[in-house]
């Protein structure tokens, strides 16, 4: 009540002392009100204050000191800042703000304000500085031409749409900042009127076109940062005019042409160039010694040619180079002489030349580079000799990148003297030895990459002292010998792999202490022993790989406390008894292999158990039940655990017998089906246990009479149908195989022998087999499988469709690829290498690797397959067939069949090869551009890699983000993986068999190629 009367007495006095002055009092006091108000709207339109910025926004204290506001000194106090940088606020700009009439700085930077930027800012007529980055903006850029004094316009980092803006203010205007957002459109010419502007800053948008030529009328401009758009033409001869630009950043773009050699000239006072991401080609501009100040330059991915000019060497004050991912050579001492040069360029901190042509020894004059060097990145060339000496004088190197390369030797041990040594990348050359344990002295190392060398001997135990060692990768080497129990101690260890080498013993019984382990992969050794209960105490695990061992005992139930765990593969080991009910609690795990081991006991039904296409359990005779999609006997029809221990002698000596009768007899039972129509035909035995013997009447009636509509794909010897066998519920696929056709009845016993014998994930699987006779009476073989929806591989690569009638290419996304190119990898490996004895397929192309419905590739048709014991290649339709002779599909078949070679593994890899660079190229490898002696590999090869983003799938351009705003770190790392794969598919083209990789360093290779590609998206 007081203060009430107080308040009264106040406006009474106040309208008093007005009397006199009516006017200007009057005005006074609506434009204080009016601006309190304006603040108050604003701090109503916050929903979360986290810093509580408004305690000070009450009526007990002037609006002029509340928190983040300056008024005018002089009467009338009016609003002048309103400054809330980094406050924490949560909410939308209230359009209140457009009635502070005297406001001249607005600064809300770096909060979380949504909405769209209110239109009312445009009548702040006085307004001068307007920071509105960094926050989640949505909506247009608001007409801003009446700020007729507005010096700086800030809001990038937002998610702002719409045109380039162009009514802006024209007098005033300085800095121009809306980089970070979705805009679209062109640049404007007009903006080129505004000749006050010393910074355009308009990256990472979807802005198209070029830089208007009238952009030679800006005199003073600065910074032009244009990097991440859709800008496309040659190098824009406008800037050649902007002598005062101390900052280019063009990056990311589709601009291509020469860069002009004057470059440097026409800017002399160029601090940051940055080009990298475009398609410029030719020589380097070598006038870097007109712009002394230069310190950052970035080429990379681009098709430079050439020599690296030794003019670069002038730069004293560079301390950034990168030129990776073009074609520079350098194979002479003299090629070399650019690496002298950079001698002088003492604040050199990174140097990077990875991805180009470098080849020969690295000059021991790399060790004369800048003390303050501390990334050095020569990987992925031709490079070769012993481990670059000059190496040992860079105390401040905190990477070194070297893989992917020809390097032999040892590792020297003094590289464990480079103290500051963060990540070391040796990986892919033919580094021989053992591991130096001096690298344990690397108290800073995070990551360790020595895979797919030639390394001998024991993990130094000594590895187990790293105190900050995230990644360990030495897979694809020689070791031997134990796993040292301490790296499970190292604290922050994020990822093992140990695949591929010749380890041994038990896994550590202490594994259960790396809670934080994410990845573990020892799979490919020779571990034994149980699988440790405490390994399920590593809450972390992501992904289980310890497939390929001697592994012992059970599965612990303990892993279905790993919340996150995705993949788990223990198959091709020793296992027994069940499977555990835990792993079904599992909600994020995607992939489950326990295949080929010694399990048994009823499958459980829960989680990830109801997904067929996600579990592996072929190659486990004692297993029943789970879900029926898995087409396992039920548990009912099982023999009890008793009577499987009495008999368990007969059975390795009866199932043997049995088979190869059987065999015998479907075999004997083809060979009378000739000039034997008319009588009735012996059923085969069934593949499948889920699936009794079929007639031809249960698969007519399966796949409507063999309609047309039901008619999914043909071959030389026989014709699919899609269909559902009464009583089952998923469908299948139907082969039936044209007796007609010379040629097919081999085929078919072919297909029958290889499908009897082999088991793997990454292969169709047979269900059952049919032999009857057709409703004339006449003889009827085929085959069923499961029906894969996703179809093969040649339609998705090429099929076109449209409701609307109009054609487009199905959809494969980056890490689609790489996963089917492993899973045929995986798949060609086993036959090559896992089975007993070695499987050739003859006749891997697209149309015979199918894709189930989660786009996990299968391989099938082994109608031409062969079986090698030694050198002797029998055939598996026919004992008498030649194994020479023209073998595959043209295009796909490896080029010493066309000069009667004999049949061979390196046949199958020369054809995965070509698959390979077909789904990453789309283009078939009989396709019309390849003629004149060219074909697909030769054209791979010579635009490899300097020029292989303008060869591949524009859908895989797409996706990198060439043409739109994602991290330039993720961008490089996919482009790095996709170079990767297509010099894995030219690896396995080569043109005679003793120079292309085999199956199994192929599938390691890409492996590792797919984890790294997964980790960075």
Not at 781 to 788: P, Q, R, T
Request: glycine share 8%.
């Amino acid at each position: 009540m007081k203060v009430t009367t107080q308040i009264r007495r106040l406006l009474l006095l106040v309208l008093v002392a007005c009397t006199a002055h009516v006017v200007a009092c009057s005005s006074s006091l609506y434009g204080n009100e009016t601006d309190r108000l304006s603040l108050l709207g604003f701090k109503d339109a916050i929903s979360l204050d986290q810093q509580q910025v408004f305690i000070s926004w009450n009526d007990s204290t002037h609006f002029c000191n509340w928190e983040g506001v300056l008024c005018r000194v002089k009467a009338p106090r009016r609003v002048t800042s309103l400054n809330l940088t980094s406050r924490g606020l949560v909410g939308y700009i209230s359009p209140s703000l457009g009635n502070l009439s005297f406001l001249q700085s607005l600064m809300l930077t770096q909060n979380t304000l949504t909405g769209e930027i209110p239109p009312s800012l445009g009548h702040l007529r006085r307004l001068q500085t307007l920071y509105l980055n960094n926050n989640t903006l949505q909506g247009s850029i608001p007409s801003l031409g009446n700020c007729s004094k507005l010096k700086v316009l800030d809001v990038s980092f937002n998610n702002l749409v719409g045109q380039f803006p162009s009514n802006l203010p024209p007098h005033h205007l300085q800095v121009l900042r809306i980089a970070v957002n979705n805009l679209t459109g062109t640049v404007p010419d007009s903006l080129a009127n505004i000749t006050t502007l010393r910074v355009i800053s308009f990256a990472f948008n979807h802005i198209k076109g070029n830089i208007p030529s009238e952009f030679a009328d800006l005199s003073g401009l600065e910074y032009l940062q244009a990097s991440g758009n859709q800008l496309a033409g040659v190098f824009p001869r406008a800037i050649l005019n902007l002598s005062t630009l101390i900052d280019l950043t063009l990056a990311f773009n589709g601009l291509s042409g020469e860069v002009p050699q004057n470059l440097c000239t026409s800017l002399p006072n160029l601090q940051n160039l940055l080009l990298d991401g475009n398609f410029f080609l030719g020589h380097i501009p070598s006038s870097f010694a007109n712009a002394s100040n230069l310190k950052t330059i970035d080429f990379m991915y681009n098709n430079f040619t050439g020599l690296v000019p030794t003019t670069i060497g002038k730069l004293t004050k560079l301390s950034y180079l990168n030129l990776e991912m073009n074609q520079l050579q350098a194979n002479s001492r003299e090629d070399w002489e650019f690496l002298d040069s950079l001698c002088n360029c003492t604040e050199l901190n990174m140097f990077a030349m990875s991805f180009n042509r470098l080849s020969g020894h690295v000059p021991i004059s790399l060790g004369n580079l800048s003390g303050q060097l501390q990334s050095l990145y020569l990987a992925e060339n031709q490079l070769s000799g012993n481990f670059p000496s000059g190496i040992a004088n860079l105390h401040n190197l905190i990477i070194v990148s070297l893989g992917g390369n020809l390097f032999t030797g040892v590792v020297p041990e003094w590289v464990g003297t480079l103290k500051k040594l963060q990540k070391i990348n040796l990986h892919t050359n033919y580094f021989t030895g053992a591991i130096p344990s001096s690298l344990s002295n690397l108290s800073q190392l995070v990551g360790l990459y020595l895979f797919s060398n030639q390394f001998t001997g024991h993990m130094p135990p000594s590895f187990g002292n790293f105190p900050m060692l995230q990644d360990l990768v030495i897979s694809n080497n020689n070791l031997h010998g134990r796993i040292p129990m301490k790296i499970f101690k190292i604290p922050t260890i994020f990822g093992i792999d140990l695949s591929f080498n010749n380890l041994d013993g038990q896994l550590p019984a202490n594994i259960g202490i790396a809670k934080q382990l994410v990845h573990l992969v020892v799979s490919s050794n020779k571990l034994s022993g149980d699988i440790p209960n405490n390994l399920g105490d590593c809450e972390s695990l992501e992904y289980i790989g310890l497939d390929l061992n001697v592994f012992s005992g059970t599965i612990p139930t303990s892993l279905g406390n790993i919340s996150g765990l995705k993949v788990l593969n223990f198959s091709t080991n020793n296992l027994i008894g069940s499977i555990p009910a835990s792993l079904g609690n599992l909600q994020l795990l995607e992939e489950l292999d326990l295949s080929f081991n010694h399990l048994h006991g009823e499958v459980p039904t829960k989680g990830i158990f109801k997904n067929a296409t996600a579990v592996r359990i072929d190659g486990n005779q004692g297993l029943c039940g789970g879900a029926l999609e898995l087409h396992i006997l039920a548990c009912s029809f099982m023999p009890s655990n008793s009577s499987m221990k009495k008999k368990s002698l007969e059975l390795k000596v009866v199932i043997p017998i049995a088979s190869m009768v059987s065999l015998a007899m479907v075999i004997y039972g083809l060979l009378l089906w000739r000039g034997k129509h008319k009588r009735r035909s012996i059923s085969l035995p069934s593949f499948a246990t889920k699936f009794p013997k079929v007639s031809f009447n249960d698969l007519a009636r399966a796949t409507h009479g063999f309609s047309t509509s039901s008619f999914i794909g043909g071959g030389r010897y026989s014709s699919v149908y899609q269909g559902k066998l009464v009583g089952a519920e998923n469908e299948v696929a139907v082969k039936v195989f044209n007796l007609e056709t010379r040629g097919a009845q081999k085929s078919f016993i072919a297909e029958c022998n290889v499908l009897r014998n082999v088991r793997h994930r990454n292969l169709v699987r047979i269900l059952t087999v049919c032999s009857s006779i057709d409703s004339k009476g006449n003889d009827f073989i085929a085959l069923v499988y499961e029906f894969m929806p996703r179809g093969d591989l040649h339609k998705l690569l090429y099929s076109a469709r449209d409701n609307e009638g109009s054609s487009y290419l199905n959809l494969m996304t980056m890490a689609q690829r790489i996963s089917i190119v492993v899973d045929v990898a995986d798949a060609m490996e086993y036959l090559h290498h896992n089975n007993q004895g070695t499987m050739v397929h003859c006749d891997l192309k697209p149309s015979n690797i199918l894709l189930d419905e989660n786009m996990t590739a299968h391989v099938g048709d082994f109608g031409l397959a062969r079986f090698k014991v030694g050198s002797t290649v029998l055939s598996l339709g026919n004992s008498n067939c030649s194994s020479t002779g023209l073998m595959g599909t043209i295009g796909y078949a490896a080029p010493e069949y066309a000069e009667g070679g004999q049949v061979s593994t390196a046949a199958d890899v020369y054809s995965f090869g070509i698959v390979l660079l077909e789904i990453f190229l789309r283009r078939r490898p009989t396709d019309d551009m390849f003629k004149d002696g060219v074909n697909i590999v030769k054209f791979t090869e010579t635009n490899f890699p300097d020029r292989v983003m303008e060869i591949v799938d524009p859908q895989v351009i797409q996706e990198l983000g060439l043409c739109h705003d994602n991290s330039v770190s993720l961008k490089e790392k996919g482009i790095r993986c996709l170079l990767s794969m297509i010099n894995i598919g030219l690896c396995c083209t080569k043109p005679t068999p003793s120079e292309r990789i085999n199956m199994q360093e192929a599938a390691a290779k890409l492996h590792g190629i797919r984890v790294a590609y997964l980790r960075a998206n």
